[in-house]
Each structure stands twice: as structure tokens, then as C-alpha cells.
């Protein structure tokens, strides 16, 4: 049961608890709690409080752990807290006592929710029944602290930890230096990775993402780069993520070639490498108009065995299209090397409308649907300012009224406005704003009676 519920297969747990009662197999209540923790975690709220009743019906008596579930489902999903309170005193009419892990789920519950007051009253109970504390306690409510912009609180939340006999780790530090970066607390966040060793914690390679992606967001790139080899010191290696967040900074600062070099150099030090690294490099290269180096990429990264994705060939197209090769993009999306969705469709018809080439807009306008492909507002809104400009107002407004079909849009709507005023189309414009004042306030009206 244990093994399905990780997997998250609550059916095959309700299967199996069904043949165990079905067997004659004496059920026992971690049973049962397995059974109601995967539904919980499957969101499937009335079938977990459907088995608890069922186990209390059968004789058996809920423990702790399986009342922790409870409040986990009432206080971290349905932010039901007083539900979640209520099994907590059940708890002790029972003759136990909640846990720590009890308490803790309820405030990390109370701390999503943003009610910070309420989780430190729950803090302060567990002190007032010596309840032993532990990290999972205190963290959540740095998080809700730090997310809340009250950085001094947080701080100091985590300096009086130790005096309750529970010493941040590595997670909680983590959770500080997140909240650091986002006020630009950079010299703190020196001392706090300064210290650490003497504090009894060492920082991770989470660690140095959030501080590294703090600094680029920053615009602070070397000092950045200072970190990765502060990492790399403590013979801790970047993984993906990290390595995401410097190439990203790379490219942001202008910087794209030596976001290639990086690349290339981290396959030959054998770091993780995948698709969404290479992704961002080959963007920052359309984004440089360097359509050669794009498809350079493409092909190294489908020589290390690296399977491109949807976004890899959008970017493919886009950076074609940016250098005028718009046929050579064309071809890409009917070799079906890939499945071309809405967006590279779209980015397509933008640039054959931008060389005025509507008869090629219009095939890939009806190719998308073919292919059951939805045109969204973007789409729209192509087609429309790309009839404006041909001077083709009317099939311009058919499909501003195609558009409506997924409900109005104000882009597409401004967008045939502004290409009617444009055209001299005042006549047309007025009674398009008349059209769409009467459709809204119909729309209104039939909200009300609803």
C-alpha cells in the first residue's frame, strides 16, 4: 500500500485495503492512514474523510498519525483551520496529546494561508505543553515572514531557534537567504554563508542557486560567477538549475557568447546538463539575430543525446524568421520533425504578415485548424492587424468576431479598433464600439440573472 501511495495510485491503495477487508485481513489503523494520506494527496478530500469514518466504524481507534492527516487535509488544502482544530481537541479527548508533527502541519497550514499571527499562537502552545519543536515547526513561518517582506522578524525567528533546543538547518537557512535576496540583504547573506560552519550547517548547491539568482536578478553577474567558484571549492557541482540561472544572466547582460562557452564548457566537466539550458542559450542567440549559432545548438545538443523540445523549436522558428528565412522556417514545421502547436504557428503568420504576404497567412490560419490546433488571442490579433493593413477591413472584423467565440478579448478588440481608426474607418469604428458596448452589457445582464 505504502509503495502505491508514493507512486500516487490511490486506487490501487483503496484496491488493495478492499481485498485485505474483503479477506478477512485484520486492518489495522496505519492501514487506514495510508489509505487517507494518498487521498488527500490526490485532492480527493470526501473519499479520505469516507475512509476515516469507515475505520472509526469499524472498531479501531485513530492514533495520532492518522488525525495528523486530518489536519493536514483541513488546514494545508481546504484551509478549513477549525475543522483542523476541532481534530486536534479530538486528539486529546482521546487521551493523547498531539505531536510536534501534528502542530507543525497546522501552522505550515496557517502560514500558506498568510495567517502568521494565528500559527505563532500555535508556537506559543506547543512551549506552553513543552511540546518539543523541531525545523519543520519554525520554517514555515520564516517562509510566510520572508514572503511577507518582514525580513528583521524572520531573522531574528531564526537567532532564537537555538534557545529552544532546535538549531536551523540547511532548509531553514535556505528559506532566509530567498527572502534576503528579494530585499537585497546581499551582505547579510555574506555572513550568514561566513558562519556557517560555526552556526552547524553547510550550505547546499540550493544554497548558491538562490544566492546566485539573487545577484543576477541584481544585475550583479561577477559577483555571481564569485559564487560558482565558492561552490565549486566546497566541491559541491551546479546542477540544472543552477546552471540555468547564470546562463539566463549571461544572456541578459548581453553576454551570449560567453553563455556558449559555458554550455560547452559544463558538458565537458560533466555537469547536468538539459534541454531547458540549452533553450535559454539558443533564445538569447535569437534574441541576437544569430540564426547559425541556434541551429549550431540544435545539432550539438541532439548529438549528446539531449532530446529538443516544443520550445526548442519554436525558438528554431522564431530565430529563422528573425533573419528573414521565413520559407526555411515553413519547411521545418511540414517535415512534422515536430509537433508545431499555437505558438509556432503564430510566430510564423506575424512575420509573413509583416512582409505583406497574406495569401501565406491565410493557409497557415487554416492549416492550424486542420490540424486541431486553436487559434488564441495572439493568433487574433495577427490576423486582424494583418487584414488592416492590406486594407481589408471587413475580413478583418470576421474574425475579430471569430475571436469571441472564446470569449471577448480587449487586445483584439483595441487591436481592429486602432486598425479601423488607422484606415480612416470612423464610421466603422464608432459602430464596432457600439457593437461591443451593447455585447458587454448583454453579457452583464445575463450574469446578473445567473
Known amino acids: ?44 478530500f470526501e473519499e479520505a474523510e469516507a475512509v476515516f469514518k469507515d475505520m472509526v466504524s469499524s472498531g479501531l481507534t485513530p492514533d495520532v498519525a492518522a488525525c495528523t492527516v486530518l489536519v493536514k487535509m483541513y488546514s494545508c488544502y481546504l484551509k478549513q483551520f477549525d475543522k483542523a482544530c476541532l481534530v486536534l481537541q479530538w486528539i486529546m479527548r482521546l487521551g493523547c496529546k498531539p ?11 496557517l502560514c500558506q494561508a498568510g495567517r502568521v499571527r494565528e500559527a505563532i499562537g500555535v508556537l506559543k502552545l506547543m512551549l506552553h505543553e513543552q511540546c518539543h519543536l523541531n525545523v519543520q515547526t519554525y520554517t514555515p513561518i520564516v517562509r510566510a515572514y520572508c514572503s511577507n517582506g518582514r525580513i528583521i522578524k524572520a531573522k531574528r525567528l531564526v537567532d532564537s531557534m537555538r534557545n529552544f533546543g532546535c538549531s536551523p538547518n540547511t532548509v531553514t537557512y535556505n528559506v532566509l537567504i530567498e527572502g534576503l535576496c528579494k530585499v ?38 561577477n559577483k555571481a560567477f564569485e559564487q560558482l567558484e565558492a561552490m565549486l571549492e566546497k566541491g ?5 538549475v543552477t546552471l540555468n540561472i547564470l546562463l539566463d544572466c549571461l544572456c541578459h547582460c548581453s553576454k551570449v557568447w560567453e553563455a556558449e562557452l559555458l554550455l560547452g564548457r559544463s558538458l565537458e566537466l560533466e555537469w547536468d546538463v538539459n534541454v531547458v539550458n540549452y533553450n535559454t542559450v539558443m533564445s538569447g542567440l ?3 539575430e544569430k540564426s547559425s549559432a541556434v541551429l549550431k545548438l540544435l545539432g550539438d545538443m541532439m548529438k549528446k543525446g539531449i532530446d529538443p523540445n516544443i520550445w526548442t523549436f519554436t525558438i528554431v522558428i522564431h530565430s529563422l524568421c528573425r533573419a528573414g528565412k521565413l520559407w526555411e522556417a515553413k519547411f521545418v514545421i511540414e517535415r512534422r520533425v515536430f509537433v508545431a502547436n499555437v505558438v509556432t504557428y503564430t510566430i510564423l503568420m506575424q512575420y509573413f504578415c509583416w512582409v505583406g504576404n497574406l495569401g501565406e497567412v491565410q493557409l497557415l490560419f487554416a492549416k492550424m485548424q486542420v490540424e486541431g490546433i486553436h487559434p488564441n488571442a495572439v493568433t487574433y490579433n495577427v490576423m486582424v492587424d494583418c487584414f488592416c493593413r492590406q486594407g481589408k477591413y471587413s475580413d478583418a472584423i470576421v474574425y475579430f468576431v471569430s475571436s ?5 478579448s480587449p ?21 464596432l464600439l457600439e457593437w461591443i458596448a451593447g455585447t458587454l452589457y448583454h453579457l452583464y445582464v445575463e450574469w446578473l440573472k445567473a
Open 1 to 44: 500500500m505504502k509503495a502505491f501511495a508514493r507512486a500516487g495510485q490511490p486506487d490501487d491503495v483503496l484496491r488493495l485495503l478492499d481485498e485485505m477487508r474483503q479477506s478477512n485481513f485484520e486492518l489495522d489503523v496505519p492501514c487506514y492512514t495510508t489509505a487517507i494520506d494518498s487521498l488527500v494527496v490526490a485532492r480527493r
Open 99 to 109: 505531536d510536534v508533527v501534528a502542530y507543525s502541519t497546522l501552522i505550515a497550514g
Open 184 to 221: 537585497g540583504y546581499f551582505s547579510d547573506i555574506e555572513k550568514i554563508l561566513e558562519e556557517s560552519t560555526s552556526m552547524g550547517w553547510m550550505p547546499d548547491v540550493i544554497t548558491y542557486s538562490i544566492y546566485m539568482n539573487g545577484l543576477c536578478k541584481n544585475g550583479d553577474a
Open 236 to 240: 559541491l557541482y551546479p546542477n540544472s
Open 286 to 288: 535569437c534574441k541576437s
Open 404 to 408: 469571441l467565440d472564446d470569449g471577448f
Open 411 to 431: 487586445k483584439v478588440a483595441a487591436r481592429l479598433t486602432y486598425g479601423l481608426i488607422r484606415g480612416g474607418k470612423l464610421c466603422d469604428t464608432l459602430n
